[in-house]
């Protein structure tokens, strides 16, 4: 069974961090560029983050440019986000999602991690 399962989400005060897990499994992601999405409530969603399969070439949404790091281990099966200098304005539920390339159409999506910055 394909799936995707995000995890590492939660409550942090304003500049804190997180990492975020995007673990597959039913499929290995080396084959597959891989995005973050977020979606805030009432707000459409928006992607923050893809790491290309290919050449492992990263891209960033620029509100979150500088602040949030993409990576793969292939090892593990396993894409992270890591996101630093946290705003209030990165509250939303963060999802994955797979697609041929960063710029395709996304398959396989997780059913999402909320992450909440507040003090």
């Known amino acids: 069974q394909v799936q995707l399962v995000e995890s590492g989400g939660g409550l942090v005060q304003p500049g804190g961090s997180l990492r975020l897990s995007c673990a597959a499994s039913g499929f290995t992601l080396d084959y597959y560029a891989i995005g973050w999405f977020r979606q805030a409530p009432g707000k459409e969603r928006e992607g923050v983050s893809c790491i290309s399969s290919s050449d492992g070439s990263t891209y960033y949404a620029d509100s979150v440019k500088g602040r949030v790091t993409i990576s793969r281990d292939n090892a593990k099966n396993t894409v992270y986000l890591q996101m630093n200098s946290l705003k209030p304005e990165d509250t939303a539920v963060y999802y994955c999602?797979?697609?041929?390339?960063?710029?395709?159409?996304?398959?396989?999506w997780g059913q999402g991690t909320q992450v909440t910055v507040s003090s």
């Open positions: 999602a797979t697609a041929r390339s960063c710029w395709g159409k996304y398959d396989y």
